[in-house]
């Protein structure tokens, strides 16, 4: 699986706009990209993944350039509840693979 | 609430001794994923059942084990503990076998304290 980059840390006041870069320049044209969190100590929780679309959920906007060389996750109006760690995750879209976590953005959401 | 359940939430145990950590997946899920998070190492895949077979292995040392059973709740084992065995343990269901489309549901994982 193709490896990503993330900043280790951001900020965000809350009921602004999260937005979390990710940088994956070595992705395969068929790898997904997925995002979870893991809020302190808690067990991660899926987020949202793509291929090549932009997605949409009831979380959040997962959007994927055009080259797929990035992607940025963003968090529609952020709140106190959204600080966490957030993980960026290159999968293999066909057949078999792990979840491999690396140290992922920590987001900070201040009043 | 992800529907996965584990037991215990805490548990602190002397080094050399014995553990089992047990994992309930979510209703209808066929996999159990195991994954180790310490402060060093982050979040570590250990190994993965799949309907009572074991289908992947990652990190997992030897004196670990793990087995699914036919009513699909799994259990790890760890024995010989030593102080590095303290981290957070945590079990991860999904439907199918493991293929990239299955989404893993994360339980609220076993913090296990050697001393």
């Known amino acids: 699986d193709a490896k990503t980059t993330q900043p280790t840390s951001m900020d965000c006041a809350e009921g602004r706009a999260a937005n979390l870069p990710c940088n994956h320049s070595?992705?395969?044209?068929?790898?997904?990209v997925y995002w979870y969190r893991q809020i302190h100590s808690q067990g991660p929780q899926y987020i949202i993944h793509?291929?090549?679309n932009n997605e949409t959920n009831e979380m959040a906007s997962l959007i994927i350039t055009e080259d797929r060389k990035s992607s940025t996750l963003i968090l529609p109006h952020a709140t106190l509840r959204d600080t966490a760690v957030y993980y960026c995750?290159?999968?293999?879209?066909?057949?078999?693979?792990?979840?491999?976590f690396g140290k992922g953005t920590m987001l900070l959401v201040s009043p | 609430d992800s529907g996965v359940t584990q037991t215990p939430k805490h548990l602190i145990t002397a080094t050399g001794q014995r553990v089992t950590l047990r994992c309930s997946p979510r209703?209808?899920?066929?996999?159990v994923y195991w994954y180790q998070q310490s402060l060093d190492q982050g979040l570590q895949f250990l190994i993965q059942?799949?309907?009572?077979?074991?289908?992947a292995k990652g990190n997992i040392l030897e004196r670990f084990s793990a087995q699914q059973f036919p009513d699909l709740h799994s259990e790890l084992n760890l024995s010989s503990l030593e102080l590095g065995d303290s981290a957070l343990y945590f079990c991860?269901?999904?439907?199918?076998?493991?293929?990239?489309?299955?989404?893993?549901?994360f339980g609220p994982g076993t913090r296990l304290t050697v001393l």
């Open positions: 209703s209808g899920d066929l996999s």
């Open positions: 059942y799949y309907n009572g077979e074991e289908r």
């Open positions: 991860a269901s999904s439907t199918g076998g493991g293929a990239t489309t299955d989404t893993q549901y």
């Open positions: 070595t992705i395969s044209g068929n790898e997904y």
């Open positions: 793509g291929l090549k």
């Open positions: 995750i290159v999968r293999v879209a066909s057949g078999y693979s792990t979840l491999t």
